[in-house]
Every structure is written in structure tokens, then in C-alpha cells.
């Protein structure tokens, strides 16, 4: 295994080095600059400016010069609000990775335990129930999901107060967050849980009077992990960097929300910063879960 994540981790770099270069030439060929709609910023001024942060210098020089940077740890300033952006990151990533984290742990639990109710109870009521909702819920786009949320419990229930400084509760936009990849869950789970039910080693379990809860966990469940576990990876990676819409909507100012302030501004440090970070943390997300194969199904071997 230490081979293959050695070999992993190099295939990282080359990965990041060209989502850097893709990110950084894209960006720079859009017409247009980071000055350009400040109406009270003079020629002279402009020029210093672009002087001040290496705009003035040609584009490939300017990639190198920014590579340069980022292995000494340095990600720069925010050319609009002059805060370093390893700290607007973090504190934007903070909110962001408590909303998804809960978001995440409740996603994967109820879709569990509910693709399995329905996988047992094929047929049935609670089944055609579930399918019913996780089918509406996987149809049902994010922003209108949340909206509704928004609007019925926090509006006309008010049950929920709406999101603040003081008031951050996390009930509303958790749910938000969870429904899309909870229903997605759930129908993989019960996929999977019907074809491992039906395998030959379920049977010769049964046969033995294994009993039923240890035939579902032991066997059952636990082999119908895998194709969980490849949806769970990218799925983790993609919450905890935040949902835009449902920050937006909840007024959550997590990183999501600072990723397209930096394109609208044409902050392009911002832009650079919160693109690396994503990229570093979608990779190794899918890292760590080709290793959670190997310990979930040791037959599974990494090359």
C-alpha cells in the first residue's frame, strides 16, 4: 500500500500543477483586470497597482512568480480587501466544514439506515415509501429544497430563527445540504444490499442459523459498503467546501461564497487560493478512500 500512495501522492502534484496552470492562464484571459471597476483609481494609480502585485509583468512570469510563492506557503493578499488569503480561507473553510461535516454524518447514516429498511423490506410499504422520498428529494434541486425550508420554518412556522450572528443554527441548512446525497445514498445502499442478499454466502449463513442481525451487518451490510464508499469520497470533498446556493440562501458566509466574490471581483488571488485549497482537498479525500476500500474489503488490492 505505501507504494501506491506514494505513487498517489505524486500524481497529486501533477494534478495541481495543472489545475494551477489551467486556473491561472483562464484567468488571465479573460478581458478585463482586478482595477478595471474601480471608477475613483486614476491611470497612475492602476499602473502602480498592477506594478505593486506583478500584474504589469507578462503572464507566464507572472505564473512563475506565483508558483514560487506557494511553495514558500505564501498565497498573497486579497487584491480587493488586502487580507492575507490563507486567513480568509480558513475562517470561510471553518463554517463551511462544520455546516458539511454535519451535513455529511447525517446524509450517511439516514441513507443507510434507510436503504437498508427498504432493501429488507422490498415491496413493501416502508419501501415504496422510501423510494417515493428519496426519489423526490434527488429530483428536488437544492436551492428550491432550501427556499421552501427557508420560507415555511423560518417565515411562516417561525421555528427556526433565521441565520445570524447570534442565531447559527444549523438545522435548516444541514437538512438542505443532506437531502440530494441522503436519497442517493439510500438507493445505492438498497442496490446493493439486494444483490449481496441474494449471494450464495447470505444463504449458507442463513442455513446455519446465523442469526438474522449478524447475517445483516457482518455479511450483508458490510460488502454493500463499496459502491457507498466511491460516491461518499467525492461527496464528502464537494459538501465540506460549501454549497453556494445554500449559503447564499441562509446567509452563511462560508468559502463557497468567498470563491465567487473572488470571480465577480476578479480577486485573483482569491481565486487561485480557494481553487488550490478545493482542488488539495478533493484529492486527498479520493485518496483516503481508496485506502477506506482496502480496509473495508481486504481483497481489494491497490496497484
Given at each position: 500500500m505505501g507504494k501506491y500512495v506514494v505513487k498517489r501522492i505524486f500524481l497529486a502534484v501533477v494534478t495541481m500543477f495543472i489545475v494551477c496552470a489551467i486556473t491561472f492562464f483562464a484567468m488571465n484571459a479573460i478581458p478585463g483586470g482586478p482595477f478595471d471597476g474601480e471608477k475613483a483609481v486614476s491611470p497612475e494609480v492602476k499602473a502602480a497597482l498592477e506594478q505593486r502585485y506583478n500584474l504589469d509583468k507578462p503572464v507566464p512570469e507572472q505564473f512563475v512568480l506565483y508558483l514560487?510563492?506557494?511553495?514558500?506557503?505564501?498565497?498573497?493578499?486579497?487584491?480587493?480587501?488586502?487580507?492575507?488569503?490563507?486567513?480568509?480561507?480558513?475562517?470561510?473553510?471553518?463554517?463551511?466544514?462544520?455546516?458539511?461535516?454535519?451535513?455529511?454524518?447525517?446524509?450517511?447514516?439516514?441513507?443507510?439506515?434507510?436503504?437498508?429498511?427498504?432493501?429488507?423490506t422490498r415491496n413493501k410499504l416502508p419501501d415504496r415509501l422510501i423510494v417515493f422520498f428519496s426519489t423526490l428529494f434527488a429530483?428536488?434541486?437544492?436551492?428550491?429544497?432550501?427556499?421552501?425550508?427557508?420560507?415555511?420554518?423560518?417565515?411562516?412556522?417561525?421555528?427556526?430563527?433565521?441565520?445570524?450572528?447570534?442565531?447559527?443554527?444549523?438545522?435548516?441548512?444541514?437538512?438542505?445540504?443532506?437531502?440530494?446525497?441522503?436519497?442517493?445514498?439510500?438507493?445505492?445502499?438498497?442496490?446493493?444490499?439486494?444483490?449481496?442478499?441474494?449471494?450464495?454466502y447470505v444463504r449458507t449463513a442463513r442455513a446455519k442459523g446465523v442469526a438474522q442481525w449478524?447475517?445483516?451487518?457482518?455479511?450483508?451490510?458490510?460488502?454493500?459498503?463499496?459502491?457507498?464508499?466511491?460516491?461518499?469520497?467525492?461527496?464528502?470533498?464537494?459538501?465540506?467546501?460549501?454549497?453556494?446556493?445554500?449559503?447564499?440562501?441562509?446567509?452563511?458566509?462560508?468559502l463557497g461564497a468567498k470563491f465567487v466574490d473572488g470571480i465577480t471581483n476578479r480577486d485573483y488571488t482569491l481565486i487561485m487560493g480557494t481553487t488550490i485549497f478545493l482542488a488539495v482537498l478533493m484529492i486527498s479525500v479520493n485518496l483516503i478512500t481508496d485506502i477506506v476500500y482496502k480496509i473495508v474489503d481486504p481483497r481489494i488490492k491497490l496497484d
Open positions: 514560487k510563492n506557494i511553495l514558500h506557503g505564501d498565497f498573497g493578499i486579497s487584491l480587493k480587501t488586502g487580507r492575507d488569503i490563507k486567513t480568509t480561507i480558513f475562517e470561510s473553510f471553518s463554517i463551511s466544514a462544520k455546516l458539511g461535516g454535519m451535513a455529511v454524518v447525517v446524509a450517511l447514516i439516514l441513507g443507510l439506515f434507510f436503504g437498508s429498511i427498504a432493501a429488507l429530483s428536488l434541486p437544492s436551492f428550491v429544497f432550501a427556499t421552501l425550508l427557508l420560507m415555511v420554518f423560518c417565515v411562516q412556522l417561525g421555528w427556526v430563527p433565521v441565520w445570524s450572528v447570534d442565531n447559527q443554527n444549523y438545522v435548516l441548512p444541514v437538512i438542505a445540504l443532506a437531502a440530494y446525497p441522503m436519497a442517493y445514498i439510500t438507493r445505492l445502499t438498497k442496490t446493493s444490499m439486494l444483490d449481496a442478499l441474494g449471494q450464495d449478524k447475517v445483516i451487518f457482518k455479511h450483508t451490510l458490510r460488502n454493500a459498503l463499496i459502491p457507498v464508499i466511491t460516491y461518499v469520497g467525492p461527496m464528502t470533498a464537494s459538501i465540506l467546501t460549501g454549497s453556494l446556493v445554500v449559503e447564499k440562501i441562509f446567509t452563511i458566509g462560508g
